[in-house]
T-cell receptor, first 110, second 114 residues
Framework: GNSVTQMEGPVTLSEEAFLTINCTYTATGYPSLFWYVQYPGEGLQLLLKATKADDKGSNKGFEATYRKETTSFHLEKGSVQVSDSAVYFCAHTGNTPLVFGKGTRLSVIA | SAVISQKPSRDICQRGTSLTIQCQVDSQVTMMFWYRQQPGQSLTLIATANQGSEATYESGFVIDKFPISRPNLTFSTLTVSNMSPEDSSIYLC???????????FGQGTRLTVV
């Protein structure tokens, strides 16, 4: 079936540290892949997306590459900031509506 | 893209009462969805709101508890009925303007039932 598995949090990093949040998916066909971010007290916002294999989505210093061979879409950022503290959700279009992972809470400390 | 205005943003309600949450979209969209997000948890789909027909509910959610209206392609409401403290959650509306594309979300309604 359709599913998304992302690393469990919480993840706590110091400012300027490197971030990786792993995401793997199961889907039929070739879904589009997304990362959403939810800041405290807010709804979900699209952070980045990739629509086909080997595409790299990027936004606000975050990147993720659509890896069809490993069915993965890991989120990375080279230097996190305190303002990046939020919950991050991986998702894909294997179904309508989207299939979401369980979310990973990131806390960045100064 | 789509911009969604959801209100209220938060409310504190007495048990046994009902709250209606509204979502207004800035464009016509066919597919609209309502989610619940319990504290520290991921999203749980409540129902799909279809214009001109009854909403389609997911397992564990029923129309009597969560009645939904979808009078046109830009507006929907979700009512949380006969509330109990277990209904305390964030409720989110979402639209998918085109099949197999990203979803857009309202700002969420943080509901506390006392």
């Amino acid at each position: 079936g359709n599913s998304v598995t992302q690393m469990e949090g919480p993840v706590t990093l110091s400012e300027e540290a490197f971030l990786t949040i792993n995401c793997t998916y199961t889907a039929t066909g070739y879904p589009s892949l997304f990362w959403y971010v939810q800041y405290p007290g807010e709804g979900l916002q699209l952070l980045l997306k990739a629509t086909k294999a080997d595409d790299k989505g990027s936004n606000k210093g975050f990147e993720a590459t659509y890896r069809k061979e490993t069915t993965s879409f890991h989120l990375e950022k080279g230097s996190v900031q305190v303002s990046d503290s939020a919950v991050y959700f991986c998702a894909h279009t294997g179904n309508t509506p989207l299939v979401f992972g369980k979310g990973t809470r990131l806390s960045v400390i100064a | 893209s789509a911009v969604i205005s959801q209100k209220p943003s938060r409310d504190i309600c007495q048990r046994g009462t009902s709250l209606t949450i509204q979502c207004q979209v800035d464009s016509q969209v066919t597919m609209m969805f309502w989610y619940r997000q319990q504290p520290g948890q991921s999203l749980t789909l409540i129902a799909t709101a279809n214009q001109g027909s009854e909403a389609t509910y997911e397992s564990g959610f029923v129309i009597d508890k969560f009645p939904i209206s979808r009078p046109n392609l830009t507006f929907s409401t979700l009512t949380v009925s006969n509330m109990s403290p277990e209904d305390s959650s964030i409720y989110l509306c979402s639209v998918v303007p085109r099949l197999n594309t990203e979803a857009f979300f309202g700002q969420g309604t943080r509901l506390t039932v006392v």
